[in-house]
């Protein structure tokens, strides 16, 4: 003790040490690993070497750039869906849920303590073939007679919005419960409308929790494979499905670090994006 | 107009609540069948046997102890790691304050895929033999930061003047954290270390990079779904399930109650003082 008396300096380095070594060790260092693994060239056969092949990257995204495409494609479309699902829903917690809101949103994150594998196994019985789901679309025509679901785009999107649905309601709700109900009253007072209170008070407020929510759902959607595996077929894969099949079925280290890189810089792009669209200050909170 | 309006969103609010708990009910309901061949996914009666007979597949028991090992061992280590650096970050000011806070935030965002990409990499290229060791490394590694973020939330709001009062009555730095600091920071502590648990028993992505040839719970359903998914994994994982969410409906009650009390035991009228009520946020 009397050390860190004589050094007070040094208490906040030591308390950090052994946390921020374990990330410095186990996540920057691989992140370097898998940088110099995407720039190497050779086969399994004969053993990986680095030679600064750039031509990986080209490659990656030529050969894959249709999984690319999807996977931004059906990560943007869940995100959308999953905010316009849990938007109304966490707005009627936070206004209308009483005493009862943490009830209500151990509801909204229960799903997430199915195991996530065993809960995407789940949609396999509810979209079934012969299941309700599917005779119900085909009685209103939205399914063709001898169509289905399973194996599809929509049970892919389906499984991905359900997934991460939570990840967006937590932060919607947080920042809907963080506004003064003198606000809207005060709203009303200077004759705003329902809807006008809403469009110009209540939806402005939640800006921050709709923009985290975003975040928190397109990353891990955008990175997904489980969903594309389970729910969909070949047609349906995404980019995370190349990488993993690549990594640990054909062992093509390199192919399958730069389709890494690329998948981060992508979401890194997607989010610089989003940043100009919303504003910088919101997304760093 | 309003009356229609309240009650539509009630009424949405029902729909999107069955809509959230429909897997959930099926993962339940069919940890209860009698599948009459492999194929686990059409009702076709009641039965407990699953539920007595849970580790009558080969293979689950070993993959069900692993995962509670795993999940053990790592939500301990990253708790106590993740505890250190919010207390870093909250309490001192230092140099590389920002640069840390990065390093913290970075795991979160990155796709867990390439997590568990790049930690393969690591160990091929180190030569450690995948088993338990990697699969402890890896997932310490990415519960520390959800700990930090739990942690420091906690710590924020955290009322210092009880430390003070602490030191001014002769209690030293060590006996002050032991004493005031740690039983004050208990209740986020668990809930992080509950977290981290959850998220550990519940990864299959990053795990099923670093596993080698060792099998939790996610990476024997992972095989189980390649052939047929036996009903004892329906019974696993909504044991799971039941005990997460008996949790957090205790951890409610309890606040519920702690508030209640708290309001009772103390005068409404009295006022507070601002600096008092509210410390200032470090």
């Known amino acids: 003790m009397s050390f860190l008396h004589r050094h007070k300096g040094l208490t906040p380095y030591l308390l950090l040490l052994p946390g921020i070594a374990w990330l410095a060790v186990f996540f920057l260092v691989p992140l370097g690993f898998l940088g110099y693994q995407s720039l190497e060239s050779g086969s399994f056969e004969s053993g990986y070497t680095f030679t600064w092949s750039f031509s990986n990257y080209w490659d990656a995204i030529t050969t894959y750039d249709e999984q690319l495409l999807r996977s931004f494609l059906y990560a943007g479309i869940a995100t959308i869906l999953a905010l316009a699902v849990s938007y109304p829903l966490v707005y009627w917690i936070a206004f209308r849920g009483g005493r009862w809101k943490n009830l209500f949103l151990i509801l909204i994150v229960a799903p997430l303590f199915v195991t996530y594998l065993v809960r995407t196994l789940a949609w396999l019985n509810i979209l079934a073939d012969e299941g309700p789901v599917v005779s119900a679309f085909q009685a209103i025509g939205l399914v063709a007679e001898d169509g289905r679901l399973l194996a599809t785009g929509i049970a892919v999107v389906a499984g991905i919005t359900y997934n991460f649905l939570p990840f967006m309601a937590l932060p919607l709700y947080v920042s809907l419960e963080q506004i003064d109900a003198r606000l809207l009253e005060a709203a009303e007072d200077l004759y705003a409308s329902k809807r006008q209170a809403f469009l110009r008070v209540t939806l402005p407020l939640s800006a921050p929790g709709i923009v985290a929510g975003t975040l928190l759902t397109f990353i891990p959607a955008a990175g997904d494979f489980i969903n594309a595996q389970l729910l969909g077929t070949p047609r349906q894969s995404m980019v995370g499905n190349v990488i993993q099949s690549k990594f640990l079925e054909l062992i093509d280290y390199p192919a399958a670090a730069a389709l890494s890189f690329i998948l981060m810089a992508l979401i890194l792009a997607a989010l610089l994006v989003y940043a100009r669209i919303v504003g910088t200050e919101r997304l760093t909170g | ?282």
């Open chain 2, 1 to 282: 107009m309003t009356w229609i309006r309240r009650h539509l969103l009630t009424g949405y609010a029902i729909l999107a609540f069955c809509y959230l708990l429909l897997p959930v009910s099926v993962v339940l309901l069919f940890s209860f069948n009698a599948p009459a061949g492999r194929f686990n996914y059409v009702w076709e009666g009641f039965t407990f046997d699953n539920w007595v007979h849970w580790d009558a597949v080969p293979g689950i028991r070993d993959a069900v102890v692993k995962s509670l090992e795993i999940a053990i061992v790592s939500t301990i280590a990253a708790t106590v790691l993740g505890t250190l650096i919010a207390l870093a970050i909250v309490r001192h000011r230092f140099r590389g304050r920002g640069v840390v806070n990065v390093l913290v935030f970075l795991p979160m965002s990155t796709p867990e895929i390439v997590l568990g990409a790049s930690l393969l990499t690591l160990f091929i290229n180190a030569r450690v033999v995948t088993g338990f060791l990697t699969i402890f490394i890896a997932h310490v590694m990415f519960i520390v930061s959800y700990v930090v973020v739990t942690v420091k939330a906690r710590l924020i709001d955290f009322d210092r003047h009880l430390e003070e009062a602490a030191m001014d009555l002769g209690a030293n730095e060590w006996v002050t954290f032991r004493k005031v600091t740690l039983p004050l920071l208990a209740p986020a502590i668990l809930s992080a270390a509950l977290l981290g648990f959850a998220l550990s028993i519940d990864d299959f992505v990053i795990t099923y990079f670093v596993a080698g040839s060792t099998t939790t719970f996610p990476l024997f359903v992972w095989g189980a779904a390649r052939v047929a998914v036996p009903p004892q994994v329906n019974v696993i994982a909504s044991a799971i399930f039941l005990v997460s969410v008996l949790f957090m409906v205790g951890n409610v009650l309890w606040a519920v109650r702690a508030a209640r009390r708290a309001r009772e035991s103390m005068p409404a009228a009295l006022p507070v003082p601002d600096q008092l009520s509210r410390p200032e946020a470090a």
